[in-house]
């Protein structure tokens, strides 16, 4: 059976090679697109380091696109792909925007919003966790491996 152009793995594939370009602009590798109607609206990385800003995260400039493109500031029919369980600014954005769903890789047990609080995001946002949860943690890996041998 072949990979659906609307599946889960599909999506989160993109948000993948969003963090791989994160990766080689030595950004924390972290990707998210944003889907609305089977269709990607927004992809971005993390780009903390490139802008010079501590909120750059992937899904805050996936959410700010999102928002431009479809012209509102909600997204209840929206669903976002992260490699990384967002963090608690993240997920107080989400939660604001009120996505209709939230898909991401790799747990963040450090830093990660279930840290604090689980109930921070919109009380009908839908979470589906560890979507591709390996291939997003070997980024994240071979990043940090490669940062801490420099």
């Known amino acids: 059976m072949g990979l659906s152009v609307y599946s889960d793995d599909h999506f989160m594939k993109e948000a993948i090679k969003q963090a791989e370009i994160a990766f080689e602009d030595k950004e924390i590798p972290v990707g998210a697109v944003v889907v609305c109607n089977n269709k990607i609206i927004a992809r971005a990385y993390n780009q903390t380091e490139k802008l010079n800003d501590s909120t750059a995260h992937a899904e805050m400039i996936a959410l700010t ?10 997204l209840p029919d929206c669903s976002i792909y992260i490699t990384l369980e967002p963090c608690i600014m993240c997920a107080g954005a989400l939660y604001w925007s009120q996505i209709g769903k939230i898909i991401f890789g790799a747990p963040d047990q450090k830093r990660g919003y ?7 995001l919109h009380p009908k946002t839908e979470v589906i966790e560890g979507i591709l949860a390996e291939d997003c943690k070997q980024i994240l890996d071979k990043f940090f491996n490669t940062i801490r041998n420099i």
């Open 65 to 74: 696109a999102a928002f431009n493109y479809l012209g509102g500031k909600y």
């Open 114 to 120: 279930r840290t604090v609080k689980s109930e921070i």
